[in-house]
């Protein structure tokens, strides 16, 4: 038996709906300004009593130098125990402002375009170096497949003799 077909009914079209009138916005001056409620809470005062939940010993614990108002050690103070700083062995000196030199192999000369001058300047732009005011030094890792004219860069012995055999010219680097 052949179930009878439903039938489809055709929606009514909707009316469209009447928008809301927006509520007028009140004139906002500098005197009508306030904070939104909630959005900010007293600061908290302490050792004001017991009630305050802070009262008493203020959250600096019980007694003693940490309890104090500029009650602090400075770094390094183990309590009056001889400090660590005092009881290791002193040697020798450190000169604060020894600049060690900045290392670049012969192998990345390759990067520096043909027939440039290799100069502190060159070395910077080519990225090889942080400061082209500091000291440089080339050393001999790595082969040198092109001639290079060097100057004002401090270069080793194994770098002097790669860069000589393959055609290239080292001006010696005046003392500073």
Same mark, same amino acid.
């Given at each position: ?15 469209p ?10 004139h906002?001056t500098l ?7 909630g ?5 908290? *005062? ?8 802070i009262?008493?010993t203020a ?7 940490? &309890?104090?108002t500029g009650?602090?050690?400075r770094?390094?103070f ?9 009881r290791? #062995?002193k040697r020798g000196?450190?000169?604060?402002f020894k600049? #060690?030199?900045? %290392?670049v192999? %012969?192998?990345h ?6 027939g440039v001058?290799?100069? #502190?300047?060159?070395?910077f732009?080519?990225?090889? %170096? *942080? ?6 030094k ?10 290079f004219? %060097? ?14 055999? &393959? ?5 010696s680097?005046? #003392?500073r």
């Open positions: 038996m052949a179930k009878p077909k439903a039938k489809t009914r055709a929606r009514p079209k909707r009316k709906r009447a928008k809301a009138p927006r509520p007028e916005l009140p906002i005197s009508s300004l306030r904070r939104p409620p959005s900010h809470r007293a600061r908290i *005062r302490k050792g004001r009593g017991p009630g305050s939940g009262g008493k959250g600096r614990g019980g007694k003693g130098q940490t &309890a104090r009650g602090q050690t770094p390094g183990e309590g009056g125990q001889m400090p660590l700083i005092r290791i #062995p000196f450190t000169n604060p600049q #060690p030199a900045q %290392v192999n %012969v192998r000369l390759g990067k520096l375009a043909e001058e290799v100069t #502190p300047e060159t070395l732009g080519a990225g090889l %170096v *942080r400061r082209p005011d500091r000291p440089i080339l050393l001999g890792m790595g082969d040198v497949q092109r001639k004219s %060097v100057k004002g860069v401090t270069v080793s012995a194994s770098a002097r003799s790669k860069i000589e055999q &393959a055609g290239g010219t080292i001006a680097l005046s #003392p």
